[in-house]
């Protein structure tokens, strides 16, 4: 079993910053990617920025340019900085983590909130 801890949450102003972190723990054997998901009030839950084991990240079109997601290999730790948010981007955040090697599982977070308004 494979537990995410996630933190950093809040309010924030927009145009401002903010920091996520998570934290994995437990049976980890192979980390094929890490990554945040966000799910806004009445919309389905989608895809914010990942980072594969080998570094290479993506980003929503929506994101991109304002939040960068990085990593610590060494503690299986992955952050997500919020650069200049804007309202739109409140919503709950959750850190993803998926592992494995022929069957690959992919393990969430409980969630932080996020809330940009001034």
């Known amino acids: 079993q494979v537990h995410l801890v996630e933190s950093g949450g809040g309010l924030v102003q927009p145009g401002g910053s903010l920091r996520l972190s998570c934290a994995a723990s437990?049976?980890?054997?192979?980390?094929?990617?890490m990554g945040w998901y966000r799910q806004a009030p009445g919309k389905q839950r989608e895809s914010v920025a990942t980072?594969?084991?080998?570094?290479?990240?993506n980003y929503a079109d929506s994101v991109k340019g304002r939040f960068t997601i990085s990593r610590d290999t060494a503690n299986n730790t992955v952050y997500l900085e919020l650069n200049s948010p804007k309202p739109d981007d409140t919503a709950v955040y959750y850190c993803?983590?998926?592992?494995?090697?022929?069957?690959?599982?992919?393990?969430w977070g409980q969630g932080t909130q996020v809330t940009v308004s001034s």
């Open positions: 437990g049976r980890i054997f192979r980390v094929i990617a």
């Open positions: 993803t983590v998926t592992v494995g090697g022929g069957t690959q599982y992919r393990y």
């Open positions: 980072i594969s084991s080998g570094g290479i990240t």
